[in-house]
T-cell receptor, first 116, second 115 residues
Framework: AQKITQTQPGMFVQEKEAVTLDCTYD???????LFWYKQPSSGEMIFLIY??????QNATEGRYSLNFQKARKSANLVISASQLGDSAMYFC?????????????FGKGTTLSVSS | DAGVTQSPTHLIKTRGQQVTLRCSPI?????VSWYQQVLGQGPQFIFQ???????GRGNFPDRFSARQFPNYSSELNVNALLLGDSALYLC??????????????FGPGTRLTVL
């Protein structure tokens, strides 16, 4: 069973608009962490934002915020005021505390295209 | 400060050959993880090393092996290459292992093509 599900293969948004990228996860571990990474066409994965399962507040990092709904097991990424440079692949990932080490489990990603 | 570096950038091999990929973590980071990213998919975890010991292994065959050196750099070896091994191989470093934010910083990857 997929542990991270990203149901939107592609999303399109105009500059300066906000966009929400969906992510749902599946775990029985009460302690886990959720991450979002951006991957431009160059290939490098860029860390965007982190949400811990016990965090009371939704995480925010500049224009990025995470809409964390624990009961629904969803961790959607919200990008406010989109810019052309936001065009990239976006991955949601999870780390479970009961895993050896700190391996990340990634979803299949969502391609975001920002137009002017 | 330099980020995670990987070498080579690109590599072309033929089926049955062996390949070694290299990774240098961010200075001060003691953990290195390897991921395989097939085109159109998210990265899949292969190995994690911390303080030169293997701390995690993903669902990959024994043809895949890795090690970490005293300076925390790492090598990933793949033997008896198959066409399906063609992928972007990503290395990530983190300060340590364990729970909490402890984010992984990724290198630019090595693109391996198996013909």
């Amino acid at each position: 069973a997929q542990k991270i599900t990203q149901t939107q293969p592609g999303m399109f948004v105009q500059e300066k608009e906000a966009v929400t990228l969906d992510c749902t996860y599946d775990t029985s571990d009460p302690s886990y962490g959720l991450f979002w990474y951006k991957q431009p066409s160059s290939g490098e994965m860029i860390f965007l934002i982190y949400q811990g399962s016990y965090d009371q507040q939704n995480a925010t990092e500049g224009r990025y915020s995470l809409n964390f709904q624990k009961a629904r097991k969803s961790a959607n990424l919200v990008i406010s005021a989109s810019q052309l440079g936001d065009s990239a692949m976006y991955f949601c990932a999870m780390r479970e505390a009961n895993q050896a080490g700190t391996a990340l489990i990634f979803g299949k990603g969502t391609t975001l295209s920002v137009s002017s | 400060d330099a980020g995670v570096t990987q070498s080579p950038t690109h590599l072309i091999k033929t089926r049955g050959q062996q390949v070694t990929l290299r990774c240098s973590p961010i200075s001060g980071h003691k953990s290195v993880s390897w991921y395989q990213q097939v085109l159109g998919q998210g990265p899949q975890f292969i190995f994690q090393y911390y303080e030169k010991e293997e701390r995690g292994r993903g669902n990959f065959p024994d043809r895949f092996s890795a090690r970490q050196f005293p300076n925390y750099s790492s090598e990933l070896n793949v033997n008896a290459l198959l066409l399906g091994d063609s992928a972007l191989y990503l290395c990530a470093s983190s300060l340590s292992i364990g729970t909490g934010r402890n984010e992984q910083f990724f290198g630019p990857g090595t693109r391996l093509t198996v013909l």
